[in-house]
């Protein structure tokens, strides 16, 4: 290899570097979001068993939050809870999620999760 050569190879790595930095940086975030999702999934899931057990709804939006963690602060949950038994309980979070990545101009999404249930009391 020559000096040229290898002179090239260095101004070729400099020049597709960033964009490998960012399709890495996006693969990241795509996965924090999915992530989130899968987080958003769970804590309805939790709502809805909450409701389904207890006519109380504040009780099914409290067991969404703590099932969110930190980010249950932040979120909008609405819960539907039919009187009757064998109807169903309706859990639904909406959670506003801002990419952190500043390469992507800080782009704001709204993630959203429903679960149901049957009452069973």
Excluded at 17 to 38: C, D, T
Excluded at 103 to 111: H, K, P, R, T, Y
Aim: net charge neutral; hydrophobic share 55%; proline share 5%.
């Amino acid at each position: 290899m020559t000096v040229d050569q290898r002179g090239s190879a260095v101004i070729e790595f400099a020049l597709v570097l960033p964009l490998v930095l960012a399709l890495m940086l996006g693969l990241v975030e795509v996965a924090v979001i999915a992530r989130s999702e899968m987080q958003l999934i769970h804590a309805a899931r939790e709502g809805a068993r909450e409701a389904a057990v207890s006519p109380d709804a504040a009780r099914a939006v409290a067991a969404a939050r703590t099932a969110l963690g930190p980010a249950g602060d932040r979120a909008r949950i609405s819960v539907s809870r039919p009187a009757e038994v064998g109807e169903t309980a309706t859990v639904s979070i909406r959670l506003p999620y801002r990419v952190a990545a500043p390469l992507f101009g800080g782009v704001s999404l709204e993630l959203h999760a429903t679960a149901a249930m049957r009452v069973e009391r």
